[in-house]
């Protein structure tokens, strides 16, 4: 069996054997690669890019484990989701994918049924630097790891629109994504079997937006499912798969966070008051749309009332705390994975 990242590792204080196993890959890599340098991606060295990834698995030593930013203002916390999983459970493979991307562009992924990936130009000639939001802890690592895996959506929305909408950095100057909309959960399964899990390694209980009457409509298939698909349910699926060792990818509005009970540890003043503002202004709204994915990385509690787990987003782990009905207003569903 290959080493992993345990989802429920205790907080090391030294350099672990498989730290240091990564740490060695990524020297070598360095040094036999070094004639690709720049050659594909014009506007990153070889040399910060493995920095990036030394940065990233020393950061393990402090409780971290490889947790990928996927930038504000982007459209790649899907990725980001798919991204963390696989490289929770299959590190040494994903560092070797993620060094052959840099070496040439293209990669697959070491595992039976992948499917090479192969990154535009439009992706390898970005400059994040150059856009007027590119964020201060910008890394390039994030940049040509997620946005080379979502630029490979097929099917789907996005499939059918990256060539008439090609990532490009807005008039304004923002930060570029993919449409600014969050991927849906057929482009999520997609990207999970760009990595070997096919169907029958998943299973599904998600949905992007709830109609009128409760039922919700997949915008890549059309087909309406059983009035609102019993969130509760679905909650208490995902928690019991988690604990069972699967890997979880939560989709939700990404307005839930800012009316966390602890918020303020993560979001400005002005944002959480413009949402504290909306809420009592409309105590029982339910946004109608899902917009987010984020990682599950603890069971989800229930008790009195209240629901509280912890979850991998934007960079870092936090703990989300809000009542049960909040939660059902904003929750949309989750897609697990059997790891190998």
């Known amino acids: 069996m290959s080493r992993s990242l345990s989802q429920k590792a205790a907080v090391n204080t030294s350099t672990s054997p498989l730290q240091e196993e990564m740490l060695r890959l990524i020297d070598q890599r360095e040094r036999q690669d070094k004639a690709q340098d720049r050659a594909v991606w014009?506007?990153?060295?070889?040399?910060?890019?493995?920095?990036?990834?030394?940065?990233?698995?020393?950061?393990?030593?402090?409780?971290?484990?490889?947790?990928?930013?996927?930038?504000?203002?982007?459209?790649?916390?899907g990725t980001a989701s798919v991204a963390?999983?696989?490289?929770?459970?299959?590190?040494?493979?994903f560092v070797h994918f993620a060094m052959d991307l840099y070496k040439s562009g293209k990669a697959t992924f070491d595992a039976p049924g992948s499917r090479s990936i192969q990154v535009p130009p439009r992706i390898t000639k970005a400059d994040p630097h150059s856009w007027s939001e590119c964020p201060d802890d910008f890394r390039w690592l994030d940049w040509i790891v997620l946005s080379s895996i979502r630029s490979n959506i097929r099917s789907g929305l996005h499939g059918a629109l990256r060539?008439?909408?090609?990532?490009?950095?807005?008039v304004d100057g923002g930060l570029a994504d993919f449409l600014r909309s969050s991927a849906i959960p057929g482009d999520v399964e997609e990207m999970y079997g760009m990595f070997g899990y096919g169907k029958d390694?998943?299973?599904?209980?998600?949905?992007s937006m709830r109609l009128v009457d409760g039922s919700q409509k997949e915008p890549d298939d059309g087909a309406a499912t059983a009035p609102n698909k019993d969130s509760r349910t679905a909650q208490l699926t995902a928690s019991r798969l988690f604990r069972e060792g699967r890997m979880i990818s939560l989709?939700?509005?990404s307005s839930i966070k800012r009316i966390s009970a602890n918020a303020k540890d993560f979001y400005p003043a002005d944002e959480r008051k413009k949402e504290e503002d909306k809420r009592a202004k409309h105590p029982n709204h339910h946004h109608s749309t899902a917009s987010h994915w984020i990682t599950l990385s603890s069971e989800i509690?229930?008790?009195?009332?209240?629901?509280?787990?912890k979850y991998i987003d934007y960079g870092s782990e936090k703990t989300l705390r809000v009542t049960q009905a909040q939660f059902t207003n904003h929750f949309y569903g989750y897609i697990a994975v059997i790891p190998r």
């Open 301 to 309: 509690q229930s008790e009195a009332s209240m629901v509280e787990f």
């Open 42 to 77: 014009k506007h990153c060295s070889l040399g910060e890019y493995a920095n990036n990834w030394r940065e990233r698995i020393t950061n393990m030593a402090e409780g971290q484990r490889l947790f990928w930013n996927q930038m504000k203002g982007s459209s790649l916390c």
């Open 84 to 93: 963390q999983n696989i490289v929770l459970t299959e590190p040494i493979k």
């Open 163 to 170: 060539h008439a909408f090609p990532l490009r950095a807005p």
């Open 251 to 253: 989709f939700i509005n």
């Open 201 to 207: 390694k998943l299973s599904r209980d998600a949905h």
